[in-house]
């Protein structure tokens, strides 16, 4: 299989920024996204065709070297010519003094490390931003990889509170992205490849197979560069990072409430919360989820690995390392071989949310939802059943009207009984009960029998199976 460029799916992005710099005047831009998602290719895709450029990669340097090595380069790409070390307040004075006369381009790549540097950067950029902004012509780019640091550059206590001009999220790929990166992978296939890897552009430039066995064996291999990429950007990104190891090896298990979480990994329940926040607001490897119907105070929230590859590698990859090490490579292949369906589902479920989602912004849904996510909840006044759980349900608050969804990744058909159950089990879910409209869907892997057909015409059910989550997401 040829190995595709990662720029693919970022026309939005691109039409987004080439927007914003055609309009000549001063503008501020944060790109901000974990590693391995492009964005450093997508500033090289913008930068195609533009001659008055200036791209900084912010080194790990102390301050005197790092402002040495910024004149260095503004000198070099933009001929602004400084005396001996210039301080922070003379290099944004005088780069705002040479964009009043052209428009200039400068990107700050891992823009966040300045804050370690020093943080008076921000201060002297501010200034000069408020000073100078109306006469200038400066675009300038701003991105970063850790996501909790940026965030922070840009808050409300942030001397660049309210500076920036527009921000571009970058965010992994979607499932339907795969058709443009596989087109002649068949839909099946392309689930089971975001399953593993993801919609990680660095990751998805590994798949070379169209095999199954293939794609598995080389996230096993020690030669490969995916065989222990999570361990070394956690390494990278983190100190504690055994900690966090365990935390996302319980996670990747099924352990799933934050109190469970903490006793799997061996941490107070009064310290899990902090860990948590990080692998959510910092690193974006976490999701924290509470039912859909519930309110946002609702304590019932569980965490789940935002990140296919990482999940599948802290399901499979880690704890067997000392398996693996040993070249014992048949044995981890037989247990992710047997286990892998299993594992598909939840995926399969976030690809259903993906397609209702596409459908409602094509207004191909009975109505339009506000909100979609997992349902789960107590079967109220049944004395010995456990809580019920619905794969997915999307409401508007508005209208009073509930999808209530069922995503089944298995080789055999689904039958009446599958449906039936959905809307047993929606009778006890607590949300505008008695004054709402209720409608039914059901996303089957391998279709349905001719008798759910018929059950689900009576009731008004919708049906969709893998043919029509292509047709809709390419």
Not at 104 to 121: G, Y
Not at 316 to 326: D, K, M
Not at 434 to 446: L, M, N, P, Q, T
Request: proline content about 3%.
């Amino acid at each position: 299989m040829t190995i595709k460029s990662e720029f693919i799916n970022r026309e939005n992005e691109l039409g987004y920024i080439e927007n914003e710099f055609s309009k000549k005047d001063f503008r501020f831009i944060s790109v901000i996204g974990r590693r391995r998602l492009g964005k450093t290719r997508f500033l090289e895709q913008f930068l195609k065709g533009k001659s008055k450029y200036c791209y900084v990669l912010v080194p790990e340097l102390n301050d005197e070297d790092t402002r040495m090595e910024i004149a260095r380069v503004f000198y070099e790409k933009l001929d602004i010519a400084f005396l001996g070390l210039p301080s922070w307040d003379e290099i944004f004075e005088k780069l705002f003094i040479k964009s009043q006369k052209e428009q200039v381009i400068v990107l700050f790549d891992e823009f966040q490390r300045l804050s370690r540097i020093n943080n008076s950067v921000f201060s002297y950029l501010q200034k000069h931003i408020d000073k100078s902004a109306a006469d200038s012509k400066l675009f300038l780019v701003v991105s970063g990889s850790s996501i909790g640091m940026m965030h922070q550059i840009f808050e409300y206590a942030s001397p660049l509170y309210g500076r920036r001009t527009g921000q571009i999220p970058f965010d992994a790929f979607r499932f339907d992205a795969l058709s443009k990166w596989f087109p002649n992978l068949p839909v099946e296939m392309r689930v089971y490849v975001y399953t593993i890897y993801g919609g990680t552009p660095k990751y998805l430039e590994e798949v070379e197979s169209a095999n199954l066995q293939e794609l598995i064996v080389k996230t096993l291999s020690r030669t490969s560069v995916l065989y222990n990429e999570p361990e070394v950007l956690l390494k990278t990104e983190l100190k504690e990072s055994n900690t966090y190891f365990n935390i996302l090896k319980n996670i990747a298990s099924g352990v799933s409430k934050s109190s469970e979480i903490a006793t799997a990994s061996g941490i107070k329940a009064t310290s899990i919360d902090y860990y948590l926040n990080i692998l959510i607001n910092d690193l974006d490897l976490v999701k924290k989820e509470i039912p859909v119907c519930d309110k946002p105070s609702s304590r019932k929230a569980i965490y789940r690995i935002n990140d296919n590859f990482f999940r599948f590698w802290f399901r499979f990859v880690y704890p067997s390392f000392s398996e693996l090490e040993i070249g014992n490579y048949e044995r981890v292949l037989g247990k992710i071989e047997n286990e892998l369906d299993t594992f598909t589902a939840p995926i399969f479920e976030d690809i259903s949310k993906q397609f209702l989602l596409e459908m409602n912004r094509q207004d191909r849904l009975p109505f339009t939802f506000e909100k979609i996510g997992l349902q789960w909840g107590k079967f109220r006044g049944e004395p010995g059943k456990n809580n019920y759980e619905i794969d997915l349900a999307a409401i508007n608050n508005s209208t009073k009207e509930i999808l209530f969804c069922e995503c089944k990744w298995q080789h055999q058909k689904i039958g009446p009984d599958i449906i039936a159950d959905l809307m047993n089990k929606a009778r006890y879910v607590q949300w505008y009960n008695g004054d709402r409209k209720e409608y039914f869907a059901v996303i089957s892997r391998a279709g349905f029998t001719q008798k759910a057909k018929e059950f689900a015409e009576e009731k008004g059910v919708l049906l969709f199976d893998l043919g029509d989550v292509e047709r809709v997401m390419g």
